[in-house]
């Protein structure tokens, strides 16, 4: 039987392979918009799932309610810059103030998530908060319908086409190169965060053992409220750049990208923030490949085959840790 | 120095703690022993503030720390090695050793305390860049009193710290508990389910079963006590 099996697979491969390298041969320029395409994508993905697995590695609970908080900051940003805009501002400033507030806002509900739907339930079966975290998630969405509009807004880009850029830009627009160059910056900021402050000691350590962080004098509270205000402000970031990137947003726009980040962040290792990125980049780049070599109508389909896949036959992912250690 | 009266403790319905008193002065090794099972661990952890009291009060220099949360404890000087180590597995031994010094901001000190603490184990010198988790059960132990006194403690809890250990390196950590001690005057108490051993080191002993208090003397006493000798030394 072995031998069918590694037979197609074979075979599979090498036609795919065929396939592609046809491809790539006859349009290159083509198959390179699909791989920036896909490493945008991917670096939306990466900013959110960054959420996920921060707050995976910290409490163990899957935070279903982040794809929201991603949602109210491009909700926010848009409010503020249509406000800034009427009373006609300089676009520049406009775009700056749009991402504070955005971050700043979502940090908040973030902060506040956390404080009432999680806290709470600290020491209540793990099962209780991922319900929390869904329910949470609901009625986030409702909150922004109701106080919003249940319609698409237009959402004007924030980012200015730059004439530095004009000569690549019929392959990769301003905005995308934007996106993936604050991406890079946000990993950089958030890698010497983690690895060389404080804070990201004391978050290391009450990811590894709560109790021995209490009683070396962390406030194990204080390193988890910190951890979703972090990954509700890389989340917040990355809300305004789709926001830009796509033209416009309603208060369902969260949800899907929540998922798809939790995707990848299963697909790099959940609880892992190298994992995060490198499934973001993954997911990102192959769905853009599957939709544009294939059948673009199957985006979603292709993304959550993979997260069925993954957890089939590799559960920890890429980069997961194996659970084995020294006691 | 540190005071606990008539301290209850519970686990959900399990009444674990059932109104201890243990008085540790300064400069004291004090050894708390008992059967498995008989409270010493809870008592540690609730002078800790992991496992809050009930009823019942918990001073440290005159001061009531009851109720205060396991962070702030450790912020006035008393720091635990908690059962099991519980070492930071994917953190290296200089990390943790870091960790224990978290509260501090005193760099310069914090590098000779570093540097003393590789004194009293080189072992841990040599293995300052590798994964927590690697190291070997004993390792663990030395890396684990390491970190607690990076935290420059007034009061050092140390929980079972023979557990699992080869008697050559009980003995060796039990004669770093006693230098820790003497060259530090940091006062140290100790539970331990080897009474001998734990006994032998301190000045004073208290004896637990079943969440009760039920004899206290000093550590000579306890040892040549016939119900002690019979139910905890086997002889």
Not at chain 1, 67 to 75: D, H, L, N, R, T
Not at chain 1, 197 to 212: E, F, H, P, S, Y
């Amino acid at each position: 039987m072995r031998w069918i099996y590694i037979t197609i697979g074979v075979a599979i491969t090498g036609v795919l392979g065929f396939l592609g390298i046809r491809e790539v041969v006859s349009d290159p320029v083509y198959f390179l918009e699909l791989l920036l395409g896909g490493l945008t994508r991917g670096s939306i993905y990466a900013l959110i799932a960054l959420g996920y697995t921060m707050v995976y590695g910290i409490i163990q609970l899957i935070n279903f309610a982040h794809g929201e908080i991603y949602m109210i900051g491009a909700m926010t940003a848009l409010i503020v810059a249509s406000v800034l805009g009427l009373w006609g501002w300089n676009a520049g400033v406009i775009a700056i103030l749009a991402v504070v507030f955005a971050v700043v806002y979502s940090c908040a509900y973030g902060f506040t998530v956390e404080k009432i739907a999680y806290k709470p339930l600290r020491n209540a079966p793990r099962l209780s908060a991922l319900i929390s975290a869904i329910g949470m998630s609901l009625f986030l969405q409702n909150y922004v319908m109701l106080a919003q509009t249940p319609e698409f807004m237009p959402f004007r880009s924030l980012i200015p086409d730059f004439a530095f850029w004009e000569p690549y830009a019929h392959i990769m627009s301003s905005v995308e190169l934007t996106i993936i160059v604050t991406t890079v910056i946000v990993m950089v900021l958030l890698g010497i965060l983690i690895k060389f402050t404080r804070i990201g000691k004391a978050m290391r350590a009450t990811a590894q053992d709560k109790v021995m962080a209490a009683l070396l004098g962390i406030n194990v509270n204080q390193v988890i409220s910190t951890t979703f205000v972090v990954g509700s402000a890389t989340a917040a970031i990355g809300g305004v750049l789709i926001a830009c990137h796509v033209g416009q947003i309603n208060f369902f726009i969260g949800f899907l990208a929540g998922l798809k980040a939790f995707i990848a962040a299963v697909l790099g290792g959940i609880g892992s923030i190298p994992g995060a990125v490198l499934g973001s980049l993954v997911l990102g780049i192959s769905e853009s490949f599957f939709t544009g070599y294939f059948w673009s109508e199957y985006e979603d389909v292709f993304a959550f085959s993979i997260l069925v896949i993954i957890l089939i036959f590799r559960p920890s992912g890429i980069l997961g840790k194996h659970e084995a250690q020294k006691v | 120095m540190l005071k606990l009266k008539d301290v209850h403790t519970y686990y959900g319905n399990i009444h674990a703690l059932k109104g201890i008193n243990i008085e540790v002065t300064e400069g004291e090794v004090i050894s708390l022993i008992g059967a498995n099972g008989a409270g010493k661990s809870t008592t540690l952890m609730t002078t800790s503030g992991v496992v809050p009291a009930k009823r019942g009060s918990i001073e440290f220099k005159g001061k009531d720390i009851t109720h205060l949360p396991a962070d702030e404890i450790v912020k006035l000087g008393i720091c635990q090695v908690p059962e099991g180590r519980r070492i930071f597995p994917y953190l290296t031994v200089a990390e943790n050793l870091d960790m224990g010094a978290f509260l501090r901001n005193d760099t310069d000190q914090i590098k000779s305390d570093m540097d003393y603490v590789y004194g009293l184990f080189p072992i841990l010198a040599n293995r300052r860049n590798q994964a927590g988790g690697t190291l070997s059960g004993g390792e663990q132990q030395m890396l684990a009193i390491s970190r607690a006194l990076m935290c420059r403690p007034k009061v050092l809890l140390l929980d079972e710290p023979s557990l699992g250990l080869a008697p050559i390196i009980i003995k060796q950590i039990f004669s770093i508990i006693k230098k820790i001690n003497e060259e530090q005057n940091t006062t140290i108490f100790i539970v331990e389910q080897n009474a001998n051993l734990a006994l032998k080191a301190a000045h004073r002993g208290y004896v637990m079963e079943n969440g009760v208090i039920t004899m206290t003397d000093t550590g000579e006493n306890l040892l040549s006590n016939e119900n002690i000798k019979k139910a905890y030394l086997g002889i």
